[in-house]
T-cell receptor
Framework: KAGVTQTPRYLIKTRGQQVTLSCSPISGHRSVSWYQQTPGQGLQFLFEYFSETQRNKGNFPGRFSGRQFSNSRSEMNVSTLELGDSALYLC?????????????FGPGTRLLVL | AQSVTQPDIHITVSEGASLELRCNYS??????LFWYVQSPGQGLQLLLKYFSGDTLVQGIKGFEAEFKRSQSSFNLRKPSVHWSDAAEYFC????????????FGKGTHLIIQP
């Protein structure tokens, strides 16, 4: 099975712009979670989608949003980018998104905001 | 809310020596516990996980971890490290009930000396 894929792998944007990141989960997985990784804050949970519905959301401002499509692919969007949004954004997929199942992570999208 | 502490930011170990990475968690009940490894430019890979039962858990790549309820710890061990083990290691907690995604520690950077 192919692993979790994320596109693009690298992005450079300027403050005030918006960005959309894409995640394709492992075939058959219905849950997709997003995490932000920065040197200062570490890995932080953004949100989780299951069957096109957002089930959980972390403590991030409304500028961060996401969606999931019927084929389980997910996108996350960040509007009005700030310098502090520079980070590695990781996507993880799981069959059902239950707490005990293994989440499989993609390689991430590295976003640099100038 | 749950939290995870990894007290060691960096650890240097000689190749062939034993390794122990520390992880302490805070959670109201017995959580789901995970260890992930991240190599440069890569996503996270699950090493092992604990849900219940035997408190000594075996994982991939020769790693093991022991859950100690009395100490709220889940330390990762390996009897003999290889140069390829150099990476960032993350301990994570998942809440029973499945909400809020995984809570990660800040990570321990493992350096292997020849």
């Amino acid at each position: 099975k192919a692993g979790v894929t994320q596109t693009p792998r690298y992005l450079i944007k300027t403050r005030g712009q918006q960005v959309t990141l894409s995640c394709s989960p492992i075939s058959g997985h219905r849950s997709v979670s997003w995490y932000q990784q920065t040197p200062g804050q570490g890995l932080q949970f953004l949100f989780e989608y299951f069957s096109e519905t957002q089930r959980n959301k972390g403590n991030f401002p409304g500028r961060f949003s996401g969606r999931q499509f019927s084929n389980s692919r997910s996108e996350m969007n960040v509007s009005t980018l700030e310098l502090g949004d520079s980070a590695l954004y990781l996507c993880a997929s799981g069959p059902l998104g239950t707490a005990q199942e293994t989440q499989y992570f993609g390689p991430g999208t590295r976003l640099l905001v100038l | 809310a749950q939290s995870v502490t990894q007290p060691d930011i960096h650890i240097t170990v000689s190749e062939g020596a034993s390794l122990e990475l520390r992880c302490n968690y805070s959670y109201g009940a017995t959580p789901y516990l995970f260890w992930y490894v991240q190599s440069p430019g890569q996503g996270l890979q699950l090493l092992l996980k604990y849900f219940s039962g035997d408190t000594l858990v075996q994982g991939i790549k020769g790693f093991e971890a022991e859950f100690k309820r009395s100490q709220s710890s889940f330390n990762l061990r390996k009897p003999s490290v290889h140069w390829s083990d150099a990476a960032e290691y993350f301990c994570a907690v998942g809440a029973r009930g499945g909400a809020d995604g995984l809570t990660f520690g800040k990570g321990t950077h493992l350096i292997i000396q020849p």
